[in-house]
């Protein structure tokens, strides 16, 4: 069985260490947030200006002047802090944020992630995503293994703008869990049931399988 | 003090055309939304907006757009806005989109008088396309040039009458950065106080980069993902 967004985030959650400052990106990543282990200190920092993101607000006490980078309601938790942009920028660069979980369209073998553009079809903008994905030390991507039709993302080059270079360490999709080094994606994990051949049928870039994969436990 | 204005109309009346113009906020949180408003009411055309987001359809920077009153956006992220993706497929307006962290520290060094940062952001892009790279132990950087703005229209919750400024939550975002970097700020506050109502040492902003001060009204507010759970 494929992984269900929520088992994603799960899996991602595991990555997480007591003590460390987080960034999640909009969609499958803002999960991550809901499996921080219990009695684990993680803070979240949101760009738009905040350390100590917590839940969204109760029915009605919702304010306009506190929201995520994904301009939802949030609130704070004991210990936040606020800062402009700049500093926000500033810690990511600096590398005071210890883990960065983002989406993307297409990451290639060595590490290129692009997830900011559809060249004639979507232009949104890149956000802070290039900020990030320059900076951060660790970065995670959660997405799924094929687009929606049933073409790899993970692939030999990014055929879309890249958003960055060489930056992405680690993938966690529906199907398995995979480190990028050495120009390949290294097979980690599989899903519960899901074999290697179909996870090597659905990678289009290079894939290494050494030895025996485990399967993912939840 | 002469920075004090009584409303949007008069600190902006002088806002010619063609001018460039920072407008602060994250999405609709923390725009000068009296600004705004004054800005569609006087009709300023040609405008190049320096802003993250350029608003929604109806509301924030979306009604400038609506306006067709804005000839450049410079921005991060334009998710947002229908009339904003169409005006820029046909062509009708001019946007770069800049990475976000990239915005702000042009804006901080305009801010802070330094002409240019360096950083690594959008290194192997198409952001990258025309710039110079300069590796600094081991790491390529790209050359940013710091923004050269007329004026900035920033929100802030408090004010006092030396245009020193106070923030509220997540509504600071690019507020205090772009107050530092125009030529001419004009800063909309929720509450106008006398001076020395303010604690200096909660002050944000300081009043040396604050040219133009007056007390907003009707703010709405809007809030763009209304994200709620069950008591």
């Known amino acids: ?218 | 003090m002469k920075k004090i204005f009584d409303n949007a109309e008069q600190a902006l009346a002088d806002i010619p055309d063609g001018s460039t113009i920072m407008l602060g906020g994250f999405g609709l949180c923390g725009i000068p939304e009296n600004g705004i408003a004054a800005l569609v009411k006087k009709g300023t055309k040609e405008l190049t907006c320096i802003s993250n987001n350029a608003g929604v359809d109806d509301f924030g920077i979306g009604l400038l757009l609506k306006q067709h009153q804005v000839k450049k956006m410079i921005s991060s992220y334009v998710g947002e806005n229908a009339e904003f993706e169409r005006q820029l497929l046909s062509g009708e307006l001019e946007v770069e989109l800049i990475p976000q962290g990239t915005l702000a520290t042009r804006c901080m060094a305009a801010g802070y008088g330094m002409p240019a940062i360096f950083t690594p952001a959008g290194v192997g892009t198409e952001v990258a396309e025309g710039k110079e790279v300069r590796n600094f132990n081991g790491k390529d950087y790209l050359l940013e040039y710091a923004f050269d703005a007329d004026f900035a229209l920033v929100k802030a919750w408090k004010g006092d009458t030396q245009g020193n400024l106070i923030f509220k939550d997540t509504a600071r975002n690019f507020n205090p950065l772009m107050a530092m970097a125009a030529k001419i700020t004009i800063a909309e506050v929720e509450e106008l106080v006398p001076v020395g109502e303010l604690d200096p040492n909660q002050v944000h902003t300081a009043g040396v980069y604050v040219q133009r001060i007056f007390e907003g009204k009707n703010y709405e507010k809007r809030i763009e993902q209304l994200t709620v759970r069950k008591k």
């Open chain 1, 1 to 218: 069985m494929a992984l269900d967004k929520f088992q994603i985030a799960q899996r991602i959650a595991r990555e997480l260490q007591d003590g460390f400052y987080v960034n999640l990106g909009i969609g499958i990543p803002t999960l991550v947030a809901n499996y921080i282990p219990e009695g684990m200190e993680v803070v979240l920092q949101s760009e738009n200006g905040l350390l100590g993101m917590g839940p969204f607000p109760e029915e009605g006490k919702e304010d306009a002047d506190l929201i995520n980078a994904g301009k939802q309601t949030i609130t704070t938790l004991p210990g936040s802090a606020f800062f402009d942009s700049a500093m926000s920028f500033g810690m990511i660069r600096s590398g005071k944020i210890n883990l960065t979980v983002l989406g993307a369209m297409e990451v290639s073998q060595d590490g290129d992630i692009a997830n900011w553009k559809i060249p004639g079809k979507m232009v949104k903008g890149m956000g802070g995503a290039m900020d990030l994905v320059a900076s951060a030390k660790n970065i995670i991507v959660a997405m799924m293994h094929t687009n929606p039709k049933g073409e790899s993302k993970l692939l030999p080059e990014c055929s879309l703008p890249l958003t960055g270079k060489r930056c992405v360490k680690k993938i966690v999709t529906e199907l398995a869990v995979l480190e990028i080094k050495d120009g390949a994606f290294h097979l980690l994990e599989r899903a519960p049931g899901v074999s290697v051949e179909e996870i090597k049928e659905k990678t289009a870039g290079k894939l290494t399988v050494e030895g025996q994969i485990p399967e993912m436990i939840f």
